[in-house]
């Protein structure tokens, strides 16, 4: 399963979501360590970048390692975006990733995100001044429609088809519908069998077994993978084990789980420092144990972890109950 984002070659097409609070830099270089061939970052605002001195530099900050990687930028004034995105290039991503399906109400609100799947006139010049405004590749990632009255990906899909975005990533809900129910992998089949530029099916993808259903079923040129990596970034390494050998993972055990948390503690205190990194490893750890013995008696002491010694306690606590 190539995908090709411009000249980018990326064998098999498989990519880590972008997802704002999970897909920054400590988390992404983990899934990189785990084989993920492709990576985006945490949406980023145009408004943001074009009018504010003070650049998000956790935001944009990547290395070496984590290429291919994607930056995502969110917003609805065409000029503006152009503007981002021109800013965006000159931290030299290998490409530019626009979002069209984020569902948050404050965002929706704006007019950005989902909101610009319901106006298709706006879709079309936004890709065309984005796409004519840098050199490196853009592409957007959409969702099947605003609601299910209105369920126009392939629309909007065209549009930036023609107007020079080269990947188009489905997300198979509306945007009304935010994270609820089945992804509708139909949409992505649709969108795939209109376009001649390359597609990614994304939406419920958590086992290497779902990734080759949608992979078989809508025929795309790459998965994303998003909610069901966080916390478990091997789910990478399994999905390529099984796409490429044909091999079952063992999952990963109490250890592994130790280890990857602390090691993903150390990365983030590293890059913010260690009291934000404690309050973001609270919502991070509290997905690694996910199934652990011990699991939520230690999600309630997470949710105060404030240290790296505390943090420490509490996993070597997990490790005991769950090594006996
Ligand atoms: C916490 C969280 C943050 C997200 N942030 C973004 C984002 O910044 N940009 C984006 O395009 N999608 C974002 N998404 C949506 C995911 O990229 C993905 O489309 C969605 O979760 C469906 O895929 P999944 O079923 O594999 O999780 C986010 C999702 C979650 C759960």
């Known amino acids: 399963m190539l ?3 411009g000249s980018i070659n990326i064998d098999p097409g498989l990519a880590l979501a972008p997802m704002a609070g999970v897909a920054d830099h400590p988390f992404r270089v983990l899934v990189k360590e785990q084989g993920c061939p492709l990576v985006y970052s945490e949406m980023i605002s145009a408004k ?6 003070r650049r998000n530099r ?10 291919p990687i994607g930056f995502q930028l969110f917003g609805s004034d ?19 990733d626009l979002n069209f399906g984020c569902p948050t109400p404050k965002i929706v609100r704006n007019g950005d995100g989902g909101a610009l799947m319901r106006n298709p006139a706006l879709c079309g010049e936004i890709f065309r001044k984005v796409s004519t405004a840098v050199s490196c590749p853009v592409t957007v990632k959409i969702r099947t429609g605003w609601d ?6 392939t629309e909007v899909a065209l549009l930036a088809e023609e107007n020079g975005v080269k990947v188009v990533t489905v997300h198979g809900r509306t945007v009304k519908q935010g994270y609820q129910g089945e992804a509708d992998w139909r949409m992505v089949k649709i969108v795939k069998e209109n376009l001649t530029i390359p597609v990614i099916g994304n939406g419920d993808i958590d086992s290497p077994q779902k990734a080759e259903e949608m992979i078989n079923y809508s025929r795309c040129d790459g998965i994303m993978v998003g909610r069901a990596a966080r916390g478990n970034p091997w789910i990478f390494r399994a999905i390529l ?16 789980i130790y280890e990857m948390v602390l090691r993903h503690f ?12 404690a309050r973001e490893m609270r919502r991070h750890a509290a997905w690694y144990v996910r199934g652990l013995k011990g699991a939520s008696a230690a999600r309630q002491q997470l949710v105060r972890v404030k240290t790296d010694e505390e943090l420490k ?6 490790l005991r109950l769950n090594s006996s």
């Open 241 to 256: 084990a099984w796409l490429q050998e044909r091999k079952e993972l063992e999952a990963p055990g109490a250890e592994d």
């Open 266 to 277: 150390k990365l983030l205190s590293d890059f913010k420092g260690e009291k934000i990194a």
């Open 58 to 67: 956790a935001l944009l900050h990547f290395t070496e390692r984590e290429r």
């Open 48 to 53: 943001g970048l074009v009018y504010s001195n």
């Open 148 to 153: 299910e009255n209105n369920i126009n990906a």
């Open 313 to 318: 306690a509490i996993m070597k606590e997990l």
């Open 3 to 5: 995908l090709k984002i």
């Open 78 to 96: 065409p000029e503006i975006l152009a503007e981002g995105a021109r800013i965006i290039e000159s931290y030299e991503p290998d490409f530019i």
